[in-house]
């Protein structure tokens, strides 16, 4: 009896473990399925879902998943980002993909929605978007063990996710895999157009007659460039800045200037380079064209004009870097004016 007892017990336990190996395979499986689907390589779960590929195996899991909360209905707030958000978590994942199609390292991205899968928010103890939650192979409770993506982490979002993806999972992203900007349909158009009106541009250029001969175009060329260096606009196109933010406090209320450092709002750096333009246009008209004035009072009223706004037009860009910064800004006057 014991003798047939043992060699029983070891077969049953080799099928509850190749039944166990067979259920991993097939969640594999349909993870690629569902991977494969998306244009993108995002697998968008639900309620049904999430139980199914993160609740219901045992840990360890033979996958982990990078999941991106989203809720449509806040879409359209413009200090959330969500759909900016949404497009690069997308071009991260597409990338991914195509950087491990032979190694397969079993990480999927996936995006749940709140409308559809209100519990599984609860789940994950999610109350604050946007949130980006990677659940490991080892993670047993979801809330608890799942590690978040820091929300400060999001402003610069596609260098910022793929540190977090590469210091958590160990895992290379590679190159991100940025689209055209213009498809080749477009292309074909545009050196269509350039082949036949290259023959009537060769003739105004050989003529003079084209707006680069124009100096007023180079005037115009030259104060934008200012006003583009001196206002931060690379750098609000680059962070990819909101120009304001609405006050969560008050929905009808727009935030134009936000005190502290960490953020740069599109409207604060226009409206420093505004100011700073004026100070720029001032002296120009000082140095090119005051000079050719023959009247010695005209001379002085305009150039105390001059003076009387660029020392205005700092000092506001003075005041408002002090009130964001907390750092206070001030000459060093001779100590016999104190």
């Known amino acids: 009896m014991g003798n047939f007892f043992i060699p029983s017990l070891i077969s049953f336990f080799l099928l509850l473990s190749k039944a166990e190996s067979e259920s991993e395979s097939e969640l594999i499986a349909d993870l690629f399925a569902l991977q494969s689907e998306s244009k993108s390589g995002v697998i968008h779960l639900d309620d049904r879902a999430v139980a199914r590929f993160l609740t219901s195996p045992k840990t360890p899991r033979p996958y982990s998943l990078l999941i991106f909360f989203d809720a449509v209905q806040l879409r359209n707030k413009p200090d959330l980002r969500l759909r900016q958000l949404s497009q690069e978590f997308a071009l991260v994942a597409s990338s991914f993909i195509a950087n491990h199609n032979s190694t397969n390292p079993k990480l999927f991205f996936c995006d749940i929605e709140f409308r559809e899968s ?89 003529s003079g007659e084209t707006m680069l001969h124009n100096p007023r175009i180079w005037l115009s060329g030259a104060i934008f460039i200012y006003f583009f260096s001196v206002s931060g606009t690379m750098h609000t196109v680059i ?11 008050d929905p009808e209320r727009l935030i134009f200037f936000y005190r502290g450092t960490g953020m740069q709002l599109g409207l604060e750096g226009f409206a420093a380079g505004f100011l700073y333009t004026i100070v720029g ?54 100590s016999s004016w104190n």
């Open 118 to 206: 209100q519990s599984s928010f609860s789940l994950f103890g999610v109350v604050s978007l946007p949130s980006i939650y990677l659940v490991g192979r080892t993670t047993k409770s979801l809330k608890d063990d799942s590690e978040r993506m820091v929300q400060g982490d999001f402003t610069r979002f596609t260098d910022s996710l793929v540190d977090f993806i590469e210091s958590r999972t160990k895992l290379t992203v590679g190159p991100i895999h940025h689209p055209p900007i213009i498809s080749r349909a477009q292309t074909g158009i545009i050196l269509g157009f350039l082949l036949i009106w290259s023959p009537f541009a060769a003739k105004k250029m050989l």
């Open 281 to 334: 246009l001032l002296l120009a008209f000082v140095t090119h064209l005051l000079v050719y004035v023959k009247d010695p009072k005209a001379q002085r009223v305009a150039m105390l004009f001059s003076i009387f706004v660029s020392f205005w037009a700092v000092r506001q860009v003075i005041f408002l870097d002090n009130w964001k910064t907390g750092y206070a800004i001030h000459g060093f006057w001779p």
């Open 239 to 249: 962070r990819k800045m909101p120009m304001f933010l609405m006050d969560r406090e």
